[in-house]
């Protein structure tokens, strides 16, 4: 499930040393309340006017304007950026109370804040809706990163932005958080994309968008464009960042065609990896590693999050590739940024990444790629002389996920009637004429075993994992409270913020 957490840097500790080659120089990585820039190469005014139909196999198809859902409505629907999580207006009660909220295609919970917090500049008073009427359940939902508790109830929906007409949706108002609402976001809730199986309390709580499948007659499709590949954290101004085109797919915010495959398991969007390239080196990974787990596509997550084997062969594949010759380990493990002197191009010294999906005909694959510069990504400037990047990958201890990093360079397509995902070069994955994204195929999927997913965990495991885990926890209380009895004069002399200590995971998940 995910949760958003943005880099806030404040005033920079400028402990700036000397790296290897190319003025290069690694900083701690800190909080900063950045601002994104996020701009798109659509042009409404060229847009026809699109409404959804059917065709029969689930696709939608641009037809005439009397349709429930006119495609123009909904490109650049969203805002926001990769940092600080997508996010789209809603009107929720009666009468109707704006909200911006999260997109997130990686949990299945529609919630919103109901309480006062320090972090959020409104929220959603049930008292003031006569539509709204509480369930009388209880639900919490915990993150990776930041948890809340509120009470579900129902009430009615609608999306200025989205398909035309008003749905009636459960509801989770967040009465108390941690570590979920943090400095700096503009949205007050969290929209789950995901199915009903990763619903809380259970999956008898209908997720948002099956109710507006089912009363509004749209396709159970929708698609996300993210547009805030390569932008500066320096920026001051808040632009469109994306569309989430519910109910099907509009042609004008991809370019080429769009490459299928299979959704493995309805929970995420779970997917199976057949391997991954640096460059033009093969990680030659036994394919189950890669799906170690499962392998997902969310929204709500930040960056690349690789299985700690593949991440450890990632970064080494591209140390050998790469024209620098050494780097800080901090800055692969997301404690340190890189930067270089203004001007110059950091991304000409890093290879390709290369991503093999298995097609819809399971004997093939097709290979999604980005470019350097949606995963070396700019975070600000320093003195107006050093531009500074972070590692968009991390390693992961339960699974890979396809977050922000990836998604920025392509149009992705959630067709859950077909049960499969599909994947389009970005309208707005360009920057300074130069695509950052490429799709190739079909390969032959023959080098590689039939099977590579490692499938989700069933809950009779999942119950003898957490039992394991409490007793572990139990342990660890136990140590920690014997280090509150002693006396403890250590500390980071450095003064560095370390990736845990300062929530700079660069991850909302």
Known sequence: MAHSTFVSFGAFALSLYFGVSYCYFSIPLKIYPGKYNVSSDVNLTSLRRVALKSDGSGLSLASDPTGTVNFLDM????????????????????PGQKLNILVDTGSSNFAVAAAPHQFITHYFNTVLSSTYSSTGRTVAVRYTQGNWEGELGIDR?????????????????????????????????????????????DSSVEPFFNSVVKQLGIPDIFSLQMCGAGLSASSTTDTTGGSLIMGGAEPTLYRGSVWYTPIIEEWYYQVEVLKLEVGDQNLNLDCREYNMDKAIVDSGTTLLRLPVNVFNALVEAITRSSLIEEFSSGFWEGTKLACWMKGENPWRFFPKLSIYLRATNTSESFRITILPQLYIQPITDVDGTLDCFRFGVSSSTNGMVIGATVMEGFYVVF???????????????????????????????????????????????????????????????????????????????????????????????
């Open 75 to 94: 490109v650049n629907n969203l805002q926001g950026d990769s940092g600080r999580g997508y996010y789209i207006e809603m009107s929720i009660g009666t």
């Open 157 to 201: 929906v609608s999306i200025p932005r989205g398909p035309n007409g008003t749905i009636t949706i459960n509801i989770a108002a967040i009465l108390s958080s941690d570590g979920f609402f943090l400095p700096g976001i503009n949205w007050q809730g969290i929209l789950g994309l995901a199915y009903p199986v990763l619903a809380r309390p």
């Open 415 to 509: 067709d859950r009637t077909q049960q499969r995902l599909g994947f389009a070069l970005s309208s707005c994955a360009v920057s300074d004429g130069v695509a950052l994204s490429e799709i190739e195929g079909p390969f032959s999927a023959a080098d590689v075993a039939a099977d590579c997913s490692g499938g989700p965990l069933k809950e009779p495991l999942v119950w003898m994992i957490s039992y394991a885990l409490m007793a572990v926890c139990a342990l660890a209380l136990l140590i920690l409270l014997l280090m509150l009895i002693l006396p403890c004069r250590c500390g980071n002399r450095n003064g560095e913020i370390t990736d845990e200590s300062s929530l700079v995971r660069h991850r909302i998940k």
